[in-house]
């Protein structure tokens, strides 16, 4: 089957690719480099770099497309801070790049060219220059506590280094890709995105069984969707009664009534230190 889950638009231009990166600002040994392996060429110099018009129309594109998952400050929200890239090492060329191809195994899909213009890119890029890093806050938290807790409530769904769940996304390297404000944020329910691949779906039989679980891939004609017995069931669309895409993930919310702020803060203190089991394998 081929897989609709939808391009996150052209929209998404700006840096969502520059995907993963550390709690504070990009290094060039993190982040971008976890994921994108295009080899690295001769650095070409942003034609717009340094043009108030350009700039301004980048801080507008920016703020419009790119601050829900980077903030509007870029300094990260569901999505890392971006801040420091280009004082990190990373040269216009290499981050034109990553924008245009997107990042594999992340939320940010590749900049339609057909929609979105080489011109759009370099001025968000020309308007990320403008911007001001700031240091990466220090860690919180009791990490050991936290992978107790995340063991206790997370890991039936979540993997992390090979043990635990699939039917959520693997978390061995979110620590990497998400600020601790987004963890927060997905934690205690206030984050509505929901990552490609896990759109959570209820299907309903002819013969009125029910079936929810999450939308792995679907066409015109058929549906596959992972069960929440981590099974994958396929099937054809004239066989059911109906399909229910639903809005809620299947995350639950973790409220202070499930889980206290003390045990909240140790458990994203583990996440965020998160960054794969093998730093060879990106």
Known sequence: MRSTASVLAAVMICLTAVGLAARGAVTPDRGLDMQ???????????????????????????????????????????????TALSASGYTDERMFGIV????????????D??????????????????????????????????????RANCSSCHMVNGRGGQLGPDLSRI????????????????????????????????????????????????????????????????DLKEVIYEKESLMPAFGPGRLNDADLNDLVGYLSSLRGSDSSVR
Request: glycine share 12%.
């Open 100 to 111: 245009r191809r997107g990042v594999p195994g992340t939320e940010m899909t590749p900049a």
């Open 113 to 150: 060219p057909q929609r979105v213009l080489d011109r759009d890119i370099w001025q968000v890029l020309a308007y990320l220059r403008t911007t001001s890093a700031v240091p990466a806050a220090a860690p919180t938290g009791d990490a050991a506590n936290g992978e107790r807790v995340f």
């Open 175 to 238: 620590g990497s890709g998400r600020p601790r404000a987004g963890l927060l944020a997905k934690l205690r329910g206030a984050s509505d995105i929901i990552r490609s691949g896990y759109e959570p779906v209820t299907l309903v039989t002819r013969e009125g069984e029910r079936m929810r679980g999450v939308k792995k891939n679907e066409d015109e004609f058929s549906i596959q969707i992972m069960d929440t017995r981590e099974r994958i069931q396929g099937y054809l669309k004239p």
């Open 36 to 82: 994108d392996r295009t080899p690295r060429t001769e650095a070409r110099v942003n034609p717009l770099q340094g043009n108030a018009d350009a700039i301004r129309d980048g801080g507008t594109k920016f703020r419009s497309r790119c601050a829900g998952c980077h903030g509007p400050d870029a300094r990260g929200y569901i999505g890392p801070d971006i």
